[in-house]
T-cell receptor
Framework: DTGVSQDPRHKITKRGQNVTFRCDPI?????LYWYRQTLGQGPEFLTY????????KSRLLSDRFSAERPKGSFSTLEIQRTEQGDSAMYLC????????????FGPGTRLTVL | AQSVTQPDIHITVSEGASLELRCNYS??????LFWYVQSPGQGLQLLLK??????LVQGIKGFEAEFKRSQSSFNLRKPSVHWSDAAEYFC???????????FGAGTILRVKS
């Protein structure tokens, strides 16, 4: 049973560029979550999916952010026109149908916007 | 709205000493409570969780936590700290439906030899 994986682990980009991150949940987990963690803070919820349906989005998720989970398996998080304030660790988590409250986290993608 | 407070930003303990990390939560319904640990540059690992039943829960790596409803607290403890326990610890609250987790700001644990 492999854990949650995220790609890339690190991304450095220039302000104004678009970036896309990928998350592969634990197999057969039907829920997938995205969180953002800035330095010195705990993770903050961005959005989550149940299968392919996006059920909740945080107000932190501005119009420049979009997340998809087209086949109910992996998910992508895209940030358009990146800003320096987007620099953070982006964490993905997944949970199962039987234990939806127990979230397992991936290693995260560290984004640095120059 | 849900919220979690971890009053201590940093804690330093000697190796072999006992540890208690504090967590207070605010939640309108029955809380699902979690402690996660994060090593530098890594994701979060679940240490333990409380849903119902016995208010003293055991987790991995020798950690335990006690739920006290009257104090809205879920403090993490370990009888004897090892140098490898140095990391950042996060308390979180969620619900039974698997909706979002709300995290505290974390406590950085330093272990001195």
């Amino acid at each position: 049973d492999t854990g949650v994986s995220q790609d890339p682990r690190h991304k450095i980009t220039k302000r104004g560029q678009n970036v896309t991150f990928r998350c592969d949940p634990i197999s057969e987990h039907n829920r997938l979550y995205w969180y953002r963690q800035t330095l010195g803070q705990g993770p903050e919820f961005l959005t989550y999916f149940q299968n392919e349906a996006q059920l909740e989005k945080s107000r932190l998720l501005s119009d420049r952010f979009s997340a998809e989970r087209p086949k109910g398996s992996f998910s992508t998080l895209e940030i358009q026109r990146t800003e320096q304030g987007d620099s953070a660790m982006y964490l993905c988590a997944s949970s199962s149908r039987n234990r939806p409250h127990e979230q397992f986290f991936g290693p995260g993608t560290r984004l640095t916007v120059l | 709205a849900q919220s979690v407070t971890q009053p201590d930003i940093h804690i330093t303990v000697s190796e072999g000493a006992s540890l208690e990390l504090r967590c207070n939560y605010s939640y309108g319904a029955t809380p699902y409570l979690f402690w996660y640990v994060q090593s530098p540059g890594q994701g979060l690992q679940l240490l333990l969780k409380y849903f119902s039943g016995d208010t003293l829960v055991q987790g991995i790596k020798g950690f335990e936590a006690e739920f006290k409803r009257s104090q809205s607290s879920f403090n993490l403890r370990k009888p004897s700290v090892h140098w490898s326990d140095a990391a950042e610890y996060f308390c979180a609250v969620g619900d039974e439906y698997g909706n979002k987790l709300v995290f505290g700001a974390g406590t950085i644990l330093r272990v001195k030899s």
